[in-house]
């Protein structure tokens, strides 16, 4: 190790945040000589993860007090326990915002404050954002670089598309979950998607043009008895969706839509919160 430069051992470092328990390897590391405490700065928040009000005050702290140099954050998880007030709450995301790639949030209706600054603030290189609250749509200009982005917990985001187009232009996957009742947003999609040229499609719903794959999520009827006018909301939009799946199938120029029934309470967060097992705060 001690033959290696320091650019060969600052690439190590950075692969080895992205492992499960690299951010403890890492704060390890920095304790164990002057020459890996200086390699080891750049990285000590790489990857954090963040799922109490205490942890977020200790770490709003912590960045304050580090040089700017040392403030890179890549990769951030926001879980639900969350109760930010939201001075701390955009404090917290504009200290974190310039140099973050990754931001995954599961939030809960205590975290409001939170999820309204997530779609507020500004995000000059996130790449891909995952999150599950009742989220607002996003201003224009919100996500200039995005490329990834899954949504779950509106259950009928009307004029979420358009929206898209403006605030995250280069976006190629979009995920929505939790789709339950919106049969006005499942015919959105299909009027936009139907249209005859590529033309009428920007002129009716302005798709982000580099957009590749769509795919929704209907939310799991958990109860039998529900209200009838619910109900036929529900059947009509899984219907539009069903064959919206199936003629998009075969038309080419436009984004690949997949359409599936999820638990949007239970397989979401699962499947959100398990890159981020192992990842803790400082």
């Known amino acids: 190790m001690d033959s290696l430069p320091p650019e060969l051992h600052s690439v190590i470092i950075e692969l080895a945040c992205a492992l499960p328990f690299g951010g403890h390897s890492i704060r390890a590391m920095s304790l164990t000589s002057t020459y890996f405490h200086a390699v080891t700065a750049p990285f000590l928040f790489h990857t954090l993860a963040v799922s109490s009000q205490e942890q977020a005050e200790h770490l709003i702290t912590l960045l304050e007090r580090s040089p700017e140099p040392k403030r890179h954050i890549r990769r951030l998880f926001l879980g639900p326990a969350l109760g930010l007030a939201p ?3 955009l404090r917290l995301l504009h200290l974190a915002a310039p140099t973050l790639r990754d931001l995954a949030a599961i939030l809960t209706s205590s975290s409001s404050a939170l999820l309204g600054a997530i779609f507020r603030a500004p995000f000059p290189n ?5 999150v ?3 989220y607002p749509l996003p201003r224009p200009g919100a996500f200039p670089a995005l490329t990834h982005l899954h ?3 509106n259950g009928s985001p009307v004029g979420l598309s358009a929206a898209l187009a403006r605030a995250c232009p280069g ?3 979009l995920r929505v979950s939790g789709l339950r009742s919106a049969p006005a947003f499942a015919r959105e999609l299909r009027d936009a998607l139907e249209a005859d040229t590529q033309d009428a499609v920007e002129s009716i719903f302005p798709f982000p043009p580099h957009l590749e794959r769509v795919s929704l999520e209907a939310q799991t009827r958990r109860h039998a008895k529900t209200n009838k006018v619910v109900e036929l909301r529900d059947v009509q939009m899984r219907q539009t969706l ?3 799946e199936q003629a998009v199938g075969k038309r080419k120029g436009v984004p690949h839509v997949e359409f599936s029934d999820g638990n949007a309470d239970e397989v979401d967060v699962h499947k959100l919160k398990i890159p981020w097992l192992g990842v803790s705060c400082p």
């Open 126 to 130: 996130l790449k891909a954002l995952a």
């Open 87 to 89: 001075a701390s709450a």
């Open 171 to 173: 976006l190629r996957h």
């Open 132 to 134: 599950r609250g009742f």
């Open 151 to 153: 949504l779950a917990g």
């Open 242 to 244: 069903l064959a919206l």
